[in-house]
């Protein structure tokens, strides 16, 4: 397993953060159909292997009828733009089927968005649920299991010849009156809509509070996140190191080796691209460029920065997969870098990033088996095979769950 590593020296223990929209998202989020609230896991094995008290992995591997968190994300942002564009006058709680009922001209209406996998599936199935068009643009070489995911959604899929900040580019110019550009990332002019993506993601996090408050824990002293463009990792720097909580855990930011935005961003100071080609089988890291909304919250609250290969990301599935637990290679990523520091960093790398014999660590599987081909090589075993077995995997590993 390879890795690189970057102690962040501009980070700071809290920073203000804007408070929520009202109604929250998790409010919106209980009118989706199949919304429930996701379990909590604690992996005592992991925890012995990294070196630390606990390892806490909230699994959302399955989220309101998708194999990935992002219809957290997708969905909320698209609630917003809906009322925010079409349905200005709005009030209350509204379901994705009651925002789609009270539309005007609905047939012509539509959903834009680009996507690596699963955000754009997300806004394709809202798309759906509200009885809108949906285009989604995807980078050439995303897998052929991806793409047929997102068609299964109703939605029209066009590849675009390049990389995945190409295929936003390429989004970006669908923008009109009747057509919502629904992206994950920001650019000069395009900030809302991308904060709102970040803020559907609260709802993960307001959940694991929940959970440990019931199962009387404290909060975690070390959270790792997996990065794309950034709006997943602020979310959750958002949430924990918010000037306003008791305490702020130690955080770090783990990327893809060859798709480094973050890390580069870091290390240079300013944004700072990561320059195609991305053949990370972590799809949904494959990005080039931070979201300019998410990157200065990132650069003030990551302590360390974590870039990874394919390796450490399979040897976290396969780790993951023997707690029953089933991860894609983007949803294992975080536990990967700390995999990879924990088995061949040095001891201050391992201080760097937190692992401590005292720590409690959280991570969040972001994503089930969204590859199902390159999962079945990587484990050994289809998904399916994993999920069927996880009951006996959880006894014989201890696994305990918490909050439910």
Known sequence: MQFDLFENPSAVPGIDVEPLPRPAPIEYHRTVPGYARTPLYELPRLAERLGVARVLVKDESSRLGLPAFKMLGASWAVAYAVRTNWLPDAEGVLSPAELGERLQDRAAKRLIAATDGNH???????????GVGCLIFVPEGLAESRI????????????????????????????????????????????????????????????????????????PALVAFQAGVGAFAAAGLQHYRASGRPTHPRTAIVEPLTANCLFRSAEAGVLTEA????????????????????????????????????????????????????????GAAALGGLLAVADGGSPEQRAAVGLAPGATLLLINTEGATDPVNYARVVGAPPEQIETEAPARRASAGVLRHGI
């Open 275 to 330: 320059p195609p080609p991305h053949p990370s089988t972590m799809a949904g890291l494959n990005c080039g460029l931070p979201s300019q909304l998410t990157w200065p919250v990132i650069r003030q609250t990551a302590d360390a920065f974590i870039g990874i290969d394919d390796e450490s990301a399979y040897e976290a599935m396969r780790a993951l997969a023997e707690s029953g637990i089933v991860a894609g290679e983007s």
């Open 148 to 219: 047929r995911a997102i068609e299964s959604e109703g939605a029209e899929v066009r590849i675009v010849a390049g990389s995945y900040d190409d295929a936003i580019r390429r989004s970006a110019e669908e923008a009109d009156a009747q057509s919502l550009v629904v992206s994950d990332t920001s650019w000069e002019g395009y900030r809302d809509i991308p904060k709102q993506v970040t803020n559907g993601y609260s709802t993960m996090f307001a959940e694991v509070d929940d959970a440990l408050s019931e199962a009387g824990m404290g909060g």
């Open 120 to 130: 754009g599936r997300g806004v394709a199935r809202m798309a759906k649920l509200m």
